[in-house]
């Protein structure tokens, strides 16, 4: 099976603008979940999505969203970036069921300039 | 609040000498732990769940209620362990896909 997929894997963007990443999750995975990673808050949890819906949801403001489409893949979206929005965005897939592990993608690195 | 708390960034060992990552957390609900770990250029992965109660690569680690801790243990250290570790815990109902993390630590396993 081909593992948890994200493009792109770097993207250079300025303060002000917005920004959509992309996820492909494991075949036959319908949970997709999206953390921030950086050096000072280390990996912090952003939502998660299942079978279309927004499941649960972090501490991050509005500007950070998501979706999920019908073949699961996942998007997520930061608008009017913050120089802070610098960081590695991982997402994570799992089977539905109870127990189920998480696997990772590579993660997007985003450097806000 | 619900919270992991992994107190060592950095543990530097020399091969063959055992290893204790620590990991506390604080949650009200009943727990569910994991270990993950990231090597050198690699993407993050699972090493063990508490449920398991398996060994893996020479690990393990034991839900302790009473202490709040998840302590990964090896009793003799490879230089391949050499990565980052992070604890973490699963909110809410078993399936869900909401994991709080701890700080990571990195552990160095000297020749």
């Known amino acids: 099976k081909a593992g948890v997929t994200q493009t792109p894997r770097y993207l250079i963007k300025t303060r002000g603008q917005q920004v959509t990443l992309s996820c492909s999750p494991i075949s036959g995975h319908r949970s997709v979940s999206w953390y921030q990673q950086t050096p000072g808050q280390g990996l912090q949890f952003l939502f998660e999505?299942?079978?279309?819906?927004?499941?649960n949801k972090g501490n991050f403001p509005g500007r950070f969203s998501g979706r999920q489409f019908s073949n699961s893949r996942s998007e997520m979206n930061v608008s009017t970036l913050e120089l802070g929005d610098s960081a590695l965005y991982l997402c994570?897939?799992?089977?539905?069921?109870?127990?189920?592990?998480?696997?990772f993608g590579p993660g997007t690195r985003l450097t806000v300039l | 609040a619900q919270r992991v708390t992994q107190p060592e960034k950095l543990l530097s060992v020399f091969k063959g000498a055992p290893v204790e990552l620590k990991c506390n957390y604080s949650?009200?609900?009943?727990?569910?732990l994991f270990w993950y770990v990231q090597y050198s250029r690699q993407r993050l992965q699972l090493l063990l769940r508490?449920?398991s109660r398996e060994s893996i690569k020479g690990f393990t680690a034991d839900l302790n209620k009473g202490e709040t801790s998840f302590h990964l243990k090896k009793p003799f250290a490879q230089e391949e362990d050499s990565a980052m570790y992070y604890c973490a815990l699963r909110l809410g109902s078993s399936n869900t896909g909401k994991l709080i993390f701890g700080q990571g630590t990195t552990l160095q396993v000297k020749p």
């Open positions: 999505y299942f079978s279309e819906t927004q499941r």
């Open positions: 508490h449920i």
């Open positions: 949650y009200s609900g009943s727990p569910e």
């Open positions: 994570a897939s799992q089977t539905s069921g109870s127990g189920n592990e998480q696997f």
